[in-house]
Nanobody
Protein backbone atom coordinates (compact mmCIF):
# COMPACT_ATOMS: atom_id res chain seq x y z
CA UNK A 1 0.00 0.00 0.00
CA UNK A 2 0.96 3.65 -0.51
CA UNK A 3 0.53 6.56 1.85
CA UNK A 4 0.86 10.26 1.07
CA UNK A 5 1.08 12.39 4.20
CA UNK A 6 0.84 16.17 3.97
CA UNK A 7 2.09 18.62 6.56
CA UNK A 8 2.75 22.33 6.95
CA UNK A 9 -0.75 23.75 6.68
CA UNK A 10 -2.10 26.27 9.13
CA UNK A 11 -3.34 29.79 9.68
CA UNK A 12 -1.45 32.70 8.17
CA UNK A 13 -2.20 36.35 7.51
CA UNK A 14 -2.56 37.87 4.07
CA UNK A 15 0.86 38.37 2.51
CA UNK A 16 2.46 35.67 4.64
CA UNK A 17 4.09 32.40 3.67
CA UNK A 18 3.68 28.69 4.29
CA UNK A 19 5.62 25.64 3.15
CA UNK A 20 3.72 22.41 2.57
CA UNK A 21 5.38 19.01 2.51
CA UNK A 22 4.16 15.65 1.24
CA UNK A 23 6.00 12.41 1.88
CA UNK A 24 5.13 9.27 -0.07
CA UNK A 25 5.77 5.95 1.64
CA UNK A 26 5.21 2.29 0.91
CA UNK A 27 6.57 -0.21 -1.59
CA UNK A 28 7.09 2.38 -4.33
CA UNK A 29 8.96 1.37 -7.48
CA UNK A 30 9.07 4.81 -9.10
CA UNK A 31 7.31 8.16 -9.11
CA UNK A 32 6.61 9.91 -12.41
CA UNK A 33 5.21 13.13 -10.99
CA UNK A 34 3.84 14.70 -7.84
CA UNK A 35 1.59 17.68 -7.40
CA UNK A 36 -0.70 19.73 -5.23
CA UNK A 37 -4.42 20.28 -5.63
CA UNK A 38 -6.74 22.37 -3.51
CA UNK A 39 -10.44 22.51 -2.78
CA UNK A 40 -12.27 25.41 -1.18
CA UNK A 41 -15.78 25.09 0.30
CA UNK A 42 -18.35 24.93 -2.48
CA UNK A 43 -15.67 24.71 -5.16
CA UNK A 44 -14.26 21.89 -7.28
CA UNK A 45 -10.82 20.50 -6.61
CA UNK A 46 -8.26 22.24 -8.82
CA UNK A 47 -4.63 21.76 -9.75
CA UNK A 48 -2.26 24.15 -8.00
CA UNK A 49 1.16 22.90 -9.13
CA UNK A 50 2.83 19.74 -10.38
CA UNK A 51 6.39 18.57 -10.96
CA UNK A 52 7.85 15.64 -12.90
CA UNK A 53 10.83 13.51 -11.95
CA UNK A 54 12.95 15.49 -14.40
CA UNK A 55 11.96 18.79 -12.80
CA UNK A 56 9.42 20.14 -15.28
CA UNK A 57 6.74 22.17 -13.51
CA UNK A 58 3.22 23.37 -14.14
CA UNK A 59 1.31 26.01 -12.16
CA UNK A 60 -2.19 27.34 -12.04
CA UNK A 61 -2.33 30.88 -13.39
CA UNK A 62 -3.59 32.14 -10.04
CA UNK A 63 -0.41 31.08 -8.21
CA UNK A 64 2.30 31.76 -10.79
CA UNK A 65 5.00 33.97 -9.35
CA UNK A 66 3.89 33.27 -5.78
CA UNK A 67 4.13 29.49 -5.31
CA UNK A 68 7.10 27.22 -6.01
CA UNK A 69 6.95 23.43 -6.20
CA UNK A 70 10.02 21.26 -5.66
CA UNK A 71 10.92 17.61 -5.10
CA UNK A 72 13.38 15.52 -3.15
CA UNK A 73 13.37 12.40 -5.31
CA UNK A 74 15.58 10.42 -2.94
CA UNK A 75 13.02 10.85 -0.16
CA UNK A 76 9.87 10.70 -2.34
CA UNK A 77 8.85 14.08 -1.03
CA UNK A 78 7.30 17.11 -2.71
CA UNK A 79 7.15 20.64 -1.32
CA UNK A 80 5.05 23.69 -2.05
CA UNK A 81 6.47 27.04 -0.99
CA UNK A 82 3.60 29.52 -0.85
CA UNK A 83 4.42 33.21 -0.66
CA UNK A 84 2.29 36.37 -0.82
CA UNK A 85 -0.73 34.40 0.31
CA UNK A 86 -4.20 35.76 -0.37
CA UNK A 87 -7.57 35.04 1.17
CA UNK A 88 -8.58 33.19 -1.98
CA UNK A 89 -5.78 30.68 -1.34
CA UNK A 90 -7.77 29.35 1.62
CA UNK A 91 -8.55 25.69 0.93
CA UNK A 92 -7.71 22.13 1.81
CA UNK A 93 -4.54 21.24 -0.08
CA UNK A 94 -4.13 17.67 -1.30
CA UNK A 95 -0.96 15.93 -2.38
CA UNK A 96 -1.11 13.73 -5.48
CA UNK A 97 1.42 11.27 -6.88
CA UNK A 98 1.56 9.39 -10.17
CA UNK A 99 3.60 6.32 -9.27
CA UNK A 100 4.31 2.68 -9.97
CA UNK A 101 4.38 -0.15 -7.46
CA UNK A 102 6.31 -2.51 -9.76
CA UNK A 103 8.21 -2.57 -13.05
CA UNK A 104 5.50 -4.62 -14.80
CA UNK A 105 2.44 -2.52 -14.04
CA UNK A 106 1.35 0.91 -15.24
CA UNK A 107 1.44 3.92 -12.97
CA UNK A 108 -1.63 5.22 -11.17
CA UNK A 109 -2.54 8.21 -9.05
CA UNK A 110 -2.64 8.31 -5.25
CA UNK A 111 -4.00 11.01 -2.96
CA UNK A 112 -3.17 12.32 0.47
CA UNK A 113 -5.78 13.20 3.08
CA UNK A 114 -5.25 16.94 2.77
CA UNK A 115 -3.98 19.76 4.94
CA UNK A 116 -5.92 22.93 5.73
CA UNK A 117 -4.52 26.30 4.70
CA UNK A 118 -6.36 29.35 6.00
CA UNK A 119 -5.37 32.88 5.01
CA UNK A 120 -6.92 35.60 7.13
CA UNK A 121 -7.11 39.34 6.50
Amino acid sequence: QVQLVESGGGLVQTGGSLRLSCAASGNIFSINAMGWYRQAPGKQRELVAAITTTGNTNYADSVKGRFTISRDNAENTVYLQMNSLKAEDTAVYYCNADLRLSAVRNSRRYWGQGTQVTVSS
